[in-house]
């Protein structure tokens, strides 16, 4: 599974702070904790009480549909479960279409 990360506005994430990422992570945690992959979204999900929502944005990137995975209306941002089953959708299909 990817590290999803938010960023502040005006920054980017390039590979220097992917870098800088992965060593904290590796320094802080464990090498085993350090992610394949980090991509840069617009949020993460959370219930209305506050919670993240891993699981189902796991099971979005895997296939499962959206309306089996969470009711819209316990998320405080809806249009992030949509942007979450696309972006597991694009990253099965270049899987599927290879390099």
Known sequence: MPLFVVLTAGSGLDDALRDRIRDAIRTG???R???DEILEV???PHTRTGEKLE???KRLLQGAPAEQVVNPAA???PDLIDYYARL???RRERRSTGP
């Open 29 to 31: 945690a464990s090498p």
């Open 75 to 77: 998320v405080d941002a």
């Open 42 to 44: 617009p949020a993460i």
């Open 88 to 90: 597991g959708a694009e």
């Open 55 to 57: 699981v189902p944005v």
């Open 33 to 35: 904790h350090v992610p």
